[in-house]
């Protein structure tokens, strides 16, 4: 598969549970990022990797933490997490110099129980 | 500060006529603005931009969008409507100077057969 993947594509978890989200993208991208999209908001950016250094935490709460390995993985990993973070993750990546153009993975559903 | 406002949440329109879904931008900086599409299921995808050159911007599939500062507007039409166009519509301006996107809350297009 060519883009932007995202797995799993969807996942149920208890507020304790412990999981984590990974993407990975086939473009050659030096920049990562993680949004949240919720029912009538707009898109929220959560975190943002330029070569796998982290340039950007948009007041995410301690609950969501990203990891970026190398410059084509990113993750998420999620832990006592809260029924108002259930949303669609959204992964994407771009050239650092051309950050407007953004290509996005389809999205992992999360629902928290 | 940036951000845009996309006036209808939801547009319907019948196959073959014009759509137009519109976006007015607030930007403190000469703004880069964009149309972003999702189609069920997908991810985002760039439609087109406007970064300063031609007012008028084409796009993928027939659409283009033209930037009008005396009106902070950048509305979104298509001659004719088809099918596979029915989807949700973000309007998006760019932060010129941390190259972070700030994204409409969408409208979502309908087309009737």
């Known amino acids: 598969e060519t883009g932007v993947t995202q797995t799993p594509r969807h996942l149920v978890m208890g507020m304790t549970n412990k999981k984590s989200l990974k993407c990975e993208q086939h473009?050659?991208?030096?920049?990562m990022y993680w949004y949240k999209q919720s029912a009538k908001k707009p898109l929220e950016l959560m975190f943002v990797?330029?070569?796998?250094?982290?340039?950007e935490n948009n007041s995410v709460p301690s609950r969501f933490s990203p990891e970026c390995p190398n410059s084509s993985h990113l993750f998420l990993h999620l832990h006592t997490l809260q029924p108002e973070d259930s949303a669609l993750y959204l992964c994407?990546?771009?050239?650092?110099?051309?950050?407007?153009?953004?290509?996005f993975g389809p999205g992992t559903r999360l629902t928290v129980t | 500060a940036q951000s845009v406002t996309q006036l209808d949440s939801h547009v319907s329109v019948s196959e073959g006529t014009p759509v137009l879904l519109r976006c007015n931008y607030s930007?403190?900086?000469?703004?880069?603005l964009f149309w972003y599409v999702q189609h069920p299921n997908k991810g985002l995808q760039l439609l087109l931009k406007?970064?300063?050159?031609?007012?008028l911007v084409k796009g993928i599939n027939g659409f283009e969008a033209e930037f009008k500062k005396s009106e902070t507007s950048f509305h979104l039409t298509k001659p004719s409507a088809h099918m596979s166009d029915a989807a949700e519509y973000f309007c998006?301006?760019?932060?010129?100077?941390?190259?972070?996107?700030?994204f409409g809350t969408g409208t979502r297009l309908t087309v009737i057969p």
């Open positions: 406007y970064t300063s050159a031609a007012t």
């Open positions: 473009l050659g991208h030096n920049a």
């Open positions: 998006v301006v760019s932060d010129n100077g941390a190259n972070n996107l700030f």
């Open positions: 990797y330029n070569f796998k250094e982290q340039t």
């Open positions: 930007s403190s900086y000469s703004p880069s």
């Open positions: 994407a990546s771009s050239q650092p110099s051309s950050a407007y153009e953004q290509y």
